[in-house]
């Protein structure tokens, strides 16, 4: 989730450890306020992630570890 300007692109993307997309989980523009993406992970599996996220001129990349 986030809160980014009126008429931003937003892209949500998740990543493998190798730099590859794996899942695009949002890419468009989105009006302003606050937006929550859901994650459906089911085709990936354990192990080290990235996600990237952007709006704008804002870019932001996290590291998360999905465990099932």
Excluded: C, P
Excluded at 20 to 30: I, P, W
């Amino acid at each position: 989730s986030g809160s980014r300007g009126l008429g931003d692109v937003y892209k949500r993307q998740v990543y493998d450890t190798a730099g590859r997309r794996v899942k695009t989980l949002l890419e468009g523009v989105q009006s302003a306020g606050t937006h929550e993406v859901t994650f459906k992970a089911d085709r990936l599996g354990s192990g080290v992630y990235f996600y990237e996220m952007r709006a704008g001129n804002f870019r932001e990349i996290k590291k998360m570890m999905l465990v099932k």
